[in-house]
C-alpha cells in the first residue's frame, strides 16, 4: 500500500470519527441542555462587570471620539503630540463619564420617583374614572340606549379585568421592588451585587475606551496569524460592515428614542394630559422597537388615559399618530439614514421573527441582526453568480419566466 493509498484511508478513518463524534456530542448536548443553560448562566453572571463594561464601552464610544477628535488637535499644538494625545484621552474619557452619570442621575431621581407614584396612585383612581366612563356613555349615546347598554356591558367586562391586574399584578410587583430595596437578607446583597459589576463596568469601560486601538490591533493580528491574508481582510471587512449596522442603529434608535420621549412629554403637558412623565417613559422605551414600537407604547397609554377621560384618550391617540408620522418621515431618517439597507417587508419579518425567539430583546437587535445576514447570504449569492458569469443585477432576472 503506498502512501496516498494510506492518506487516504486515514482521512476516510478520520471523517467518520468526526461525524461519529459530533453525533455523539450532538446527543450529550440535546440530553444535557438544561445543565448547559444553567452553565453558560453561572459563566454570564461572573462576567457581568466585563459586559457590562463592553456595553458601556461601545455605547459611549460615539461621545468618547467625537470630545477626543475636537480637543486632541489644540492640546497637541498647546504642549506637543505625544503629551496632547495623552491628556485628550483623559480628558475625552472625564468628560464623557460626567455626562453618562449626569444623565443617569437625572433619569432616576427625575423620571423614576414620578414613574413610581404615577403607578401607585392609577389603583386608587380607577374605581372613581370607571364610574366618570359609565357616565360619559351615558350622556353621549342618551339617545341610544341599546348602544349604551352594549358598550357599558364590554366596558365593565373590561374594567374589571383591568382592576384585577392591578391588583394581583402590577402593584405586588412595584411593593415587591420596593420590598427589595429594604430586605436586608436579599435585596441589600441584590442591589450591592448590581452596583459592584456596574461601577466595575465603568473602570472596564475606560479601559475599553482608552485602548481600544490597540485591542483592534491585536484581533487584526490574530485574524490574520489565524487566515490567509485575503481570507483576513474579508473577515475584517465583515465585522466593520456589522460594527456599522450595529452601531449606527442602535445608538442611532437611542438617540431617536430619547428624543421622541422629550417631545412626548413636552407636548403632552402643554395639553394637560395626566401621567405625562409615565406615558413619555412608556412611548420612549417601547419607540427603541422598530415599526411596531409607536404602537406598543399608545396602547397601554391609551387604556390608561381612558379611565381618566375618554376624551382625552382619543385627543392622545391622534397626538400619537402625528408623532410617530414625524418620526418614521423625519427624524428618524435624519439620525438612521439607511443604516441596514433593509426593505420594509424584510424589517417586518425581523421584528417578527426574532422577537417571537427572544421576545422584547429579539425586537430591539432583530433588524440589524437580520441585515448582517442578509448581506452575508448577498455576498455568497453574487460570488456564486460571478463564478458562473452571470449577473449579479435583480432587474436582469424580473422577465425570465
Known sequence: MNHDEKMNYFWKGFTLFAAISSSILFFFVLFRLKNLFHGFQTLLNILAPIIYGLVLAYLLAPIYNKIKNKIEPFLQTKIGK?????????????????????VLTGFFWMVVPQVYKSILGIVDLVPDSVNQVYLWL???????????KVLTNYYTEFSNQIEEWLKTSLVPNITAIQTLVSNVS?????????????????????????????F??????????????????????????????????????????????I??????TLMSMPYTMLISVIIGITNIIPFFGPFIGAIPSFILLLFVSPMQSLYF??????????????????ILGDSTGLSSFWVLFSILFFGGLMGFFGMIIGVPLFAVAYHLISQAVNKALEKKELSIKTEDYKNIP
Open 82 to 102: 505625544s503629551k496632547g494625545k495623552s491628556l485628550a484621552k483623559a480628558s475625552s474619557t472625564l468628560i464623557t463619564l460626567v455626562l453618562m452619570i449626569a
Open 216 to 261: 483592534a490591533s491585536q484581533a487584526k493580528k490574530i485574524v490574520y496569524s489565524i487566515f490567509h491574508e485575503k481570507w483576513g481582510s474579508a473577515i475584517i471587512y465583515e465585522i466593520r460592515f456589522v460594527h456599522q449596522v450595529f452601531g449606527g442603529f442602535i445608538i442611532g434608535k437611542l438617540i431617536d428614542s430619547l428624543i421622541i420621549g
Open 263 to 268: 417631545i412626548c412629554y413636552i407636548c403632552l
Open 186 to 214: 436579599i435585596g441589600v446583597y441584590r442591589v450591592f451585587s448590581f452596583l459592584k459589576n456596574f461601577l466595575i463596568g465603568i473602570i472596564v469601560a475606560v479601559y475599553v475606551l482608552n485602548c481600544k486601538t490597540l
Open 138 to 148: 351615558d350622556a353621549t349615546f342618551e339617545n341610544n340606549p341599546q348602544t349604551a
Open 317 to 334: 391617540i391622534l397626538f400619537i399618530f402625528v408623532l410617530q408620522q414625524f418620526d418614521g418621515n423625519i427624524l428618524g431618517p435624519k
